[in-house]
């Protein structure tokens, strides 16, 4: 048995040797070890190094020795002054492990959207095309949680995750900065991954997903991690986006679709965002910790045509104090055809319009229907022709502060 561990790990360090420069495979294995993690439960792992030196490599980019990124430059490129806030990363490495919307990568099945090809390149195109100028990037779902029940390949696979896209953002600092992944349900090592990422890779925030193994993110083992975050200290910012309703039943992983004609991400997603930010509300969550803002995509989903349902019934005592929060630390993204009809349910619970931003969900939305939820923002009687600019370029700002430098 020892000696085919010694075999298997010879094997992976000549593999190694020819896969990536040792400096920024060392780099960040030494940084994995020192917080007890193992990448080498990966198989992929030598490809994905492979990728992210190839990102560093690609402009001449050092991997950094210090312990923090400085804040990004926003507004710099030229090409406009539209922010995006939902925007997805979805490198070669990841489409294989991943290679469905919201899937379970041991069986490949809990999406139907099949991951599309996306690169840097294609990104900047669309962004020029769109008058984009910064973009935050995170993994869609299924993110860090591809191997249901697997500890160790969770927890591996997202530092890999936030290291792949701390090297977009430092490759391409006027262009992209990025939610890091967590390896929740696992919560004290998610803690870990959170420190990791905002405090030495410069994350601005945490992506979650609206479910970590079939835990909607209230789940009482989770309060140690929401106290981590709200104990880092200033504004942190979470960004849930939906994922698969998982069951576990004896062992067996289940997506929760009953309506299995449409895949998970055109409905189920919606449905998810409503579960997870009731759940935060019932549990009180979000009253509890106070210096944590969310950011909604898709405005929220089916989540605001809950809240009276909810709360005007058995939990009446959260209703006005859940409102107050929704109004102040919740801000709500435009991704999808949300600007049609959609808007106007959000807006009657007197959501500041300053809380709106813009979201394109690139590479998910085709540039027809990009273009065309667009039109319907810019179209949208609702909103002043400076309320429709703010959205676009500035609400941002007040949301992220002094985590992005303004130029």
Do not use: C
């Amino acid at each position: 048995m020892k000696f085919g561990v010694l075999v298997s790990a010879t094997v992976l360090a000549a593999r190694l040797a020819h896969a990536v420069p040792t400096s920024i495979a060392d780099a960040i294995m030494s940084r994995a070890s020192r917080d007890g993690i193992d990448l080498s439960v990966l198989d992929t792992m030598p490809d994905i190094l492979a990728a992210i030196t190839d990102t560093y490599n690609e402009r001449g980019v050092q991997y950094p020795q210090d312990d923090r990124k400085k804040a990004a430059r926003v507004g710099s490129r030229g090409v406009g002054n539209i922010f995006d806030i939902h925007a997805h990363a979805e490198p070669d490495w990841y489409r294989k492990v991943a290679p469905f919307t919201g899937g379970n990568a041991d069986r490949n099945d809990g999406g139907g959207t099949p991951s599309p090809a996306w690169n840097v390149s294609s990104h900047l195109d669309f962004m020029q095309t769109i008058g984009i100028s910064h973009s935050i990037l995170g993994f869609t779902s299924p993110s860090a949680n591809a191997f249901l029940g697997d500890k160790e390949r969770t927890v591996a696979l997202a530092r890999l995750i936030n290291e792949q896209l701390a090297a977009y953002a430092r490759t391409y600092p006027d262009s992209f900065n990025f939610f890091a992944a967590m390896p929740l349900p696992y919560t004290d090592e998610a803690i870990t991954e959170l420190k990791y990422a905002v405090q030495e890779l410069g994350a601005v925030g945490v992506a979650l997903m609206s479910n970590h193994e079939g835990h909607y993110l209230g789940y009482d083992s989770f309060t140690p991690f929401w106290q981590a975050m709200d104990g880092l200290g200033g504004r942190q910012v979470v960004y849930v986006h939906p994922t698969t309703p998982w069951l576990n039943v004896n062992e067996t992983w289940i997506p929760a679709n009953p309506y299995s004609d449409i895949d998970e991400s055109r409905m189920e997603f919606y449905m998810e965002t409503a579960r997870t930010f009731i759940d935060l509300t019932l549990t009180q969550t979000i009253h509890n910790f106070t210096n944590t803002h969310f950011v909604l995509p898709h405005i929220g989903g089916a989540f605001p045509t809950m809240i009276d349902r909810v709360l005007k019934t058995v939990h009446t005592e959260l209703y006005e104090s859940s409102l107050e929060i929704y109004r102040t630390r919740f801000w709500w993204d435009s991704a999808s055809p949300t600007y049609f009809h959609q808007i106007n349910g959000l807006l009657a619970y007197d959501i500041p319009k300053a809380n709106l931003l813009y979201g394109t969900d690139y590479p998910f939305i085709s540039a027809a229907v990009t273009a065309a939820d667009f039109d319907s923002i810019m179209a949208y009687p609702g909103l002043s022709d400076e309320e429709k600019e703010d959205l676009l370029s500035n609400n941002y700002k007040t949301l992220f502060g002094d985590k992005l430098h303004f130029q």
